[in-house]
């Protein structure tokens, strides 16, 4: 029996070096850049150039270390291919232009995550820090829809994962018994992501994860140490607070609030189109995907196709199709929710009235 187990052993072990042969033939065969470049875009999801830079970003942490690893180019289109295409690590490793085993696709996959977060996430992903910096965020608004001082749309997105072990997995359970994490993003005028917050479960409501954000911090700074009068635009689910101006809930037909209401819901699409954006760029986060995978590491993607999404859009690489597809949502009638600083909230009242009367009294801000 021992001998029959040997002799099963050997054989399996020589066809995994045999399959293992067979596909290092097959790679040295095809150069995925050889693809024509509509064909290369449509599995990768970024023009070669961009990879390129992906790949020169990333050298240092991605080049092999020993004889037999692979260059960093194939580490890079093996992630990129496997976030943007939502497959099982299986079915990536299969591509006719990678052709390599579901474990080397987990290891290069790890290893992009994590160089990504260590190399580009700083880089791609920044909230504006100083005057300039927010002078410019604020000034596209203004040109874009009339109003200053805004320094971006705030809203959270669900991204469903495998559910985790008990006892915490419960918490990761959202409202329609899904288990996902809850993202928070940031985005300007331009749809560009200026923070994402990927860490909370799906269960945690979205105000919560504003309130224990860098972003209040930062904005909560700004406001006590009187520095400018900017604000995000978040829906009726968060708190009224000086530094975030939600719509007024069930206006009046014709009325200033009612013409700021519609105002409010025009511009706050912005963060509509972005979670759009970034889904059909990253079909892993797509609402007909799971990310198998652990929380955190699940976090880590989510981090790195946002840092990769606002690559594209420096690169002015976002597929038109994707582009086309989104369309304005309808506005969500959510909770409103105060603030619990009653100072505060009355501060903000008073802020948000006095933008309703000094830009919303006439109808023209809207054309």
């Known amino acids: 029996m021992s001998r029959f187990f040997f002799y099963q052993h050997a054989a399996a072990a020589e066809e995994k070096e045999r399959r293992k042969i067979q596909r290092r033939t097959l790679r040295d065969a095809a150069n995925p850049f050889d693809m024509p470049d509509e064909e290369f875009r449509h599995i990768y999801r970024f023009r070669k150039e961009v990879v390129f830079y992906l790949c020169g970003e990333l050298n240092v942490d991605l080049q092999p270390h020993n004889g037999d690893g692979l260059p960093t180019h194939f580490k890079v289109l093996t992630a990129l291919h496997l976030l943007a295409d939502g497959n099982y690590q299986r079915g990536t490793g299969q591509d006719h232009g990678l052709c390599i085993g579901q474990t080397t696709v987990s290891r ?39 109003l200053p001082n805004i320094l971006g749309a705030v809203d959270c997105t669900q991204v469903k994962i495998f559910p985790p072990p008990l006892p915490h997995g419960v918490q990761y359970l959202n409202r329609k018994g899904v288990h996902a994490l809850n993202v928070q993003l940031v985005a300007d005028v331009n749809c560009k992501i200026l923070a994402v917050n990927a860490r909370f479960p799906g269960r945690v409501h979205d105000s919560f994860i504003f309130n224990n954000s860098s972003i209040k911090d930062e904005l909560r700074r700004l406001y ?33 609030e ?24 990253f079909r892993c986060l797509g609402h007909d995907r799971v990310l198998h995978y652990s929380p955190a590491k699940a976090s880590s993607m989510i981090n790195v196709c946002c840092v990769l999404y606002n690559i594209m859009q420096y690169y002015r690489d976002l597929p038109v ?38 830009y919303f009294a006439y109808y023209y801000v809207l054309l």
């Open 108 to 146: 290069y996959l790890d290893q992009f995550v994590d160089a990504v977060n260590r190399r580009l996430k700083d880089q791609w992903i920044i909230f504006p820090g100083n005057e300039r910096s927010r002078r410019s965020v604020a000034t596209g608004f203004e040109e874009a829809y009339r």
């Open 224 to 256: 006590n140490g009187h520095i400018g009068d900017y604000f995000l635009l978040g829906d009726s689910g968060y708190a009224l607070e000086p530094w975030l101006m939600t719509p007024v809930l069930n206006p009046a037909q014709g009325s200033p």
């Open 258 to 281: 009612a013409r700021y209401t519609a105002w409010h819901c025009r511009v706050r699409n912005i963060i509509e189109r972005t979670n759009g954006y970034l889904k059909n760029v």
């Open 321 to 358: 199709e994707i582009l086309e597809e989104i369309e304005e949502g309808a506005p969500q009638e959510l909770p409103h929710r105060h603030a619990q600083n009653g100072l505060l909230l009355r501060v903000a009242q008073e802020k948000r009235a006095r933008l309703i009367n000094t």
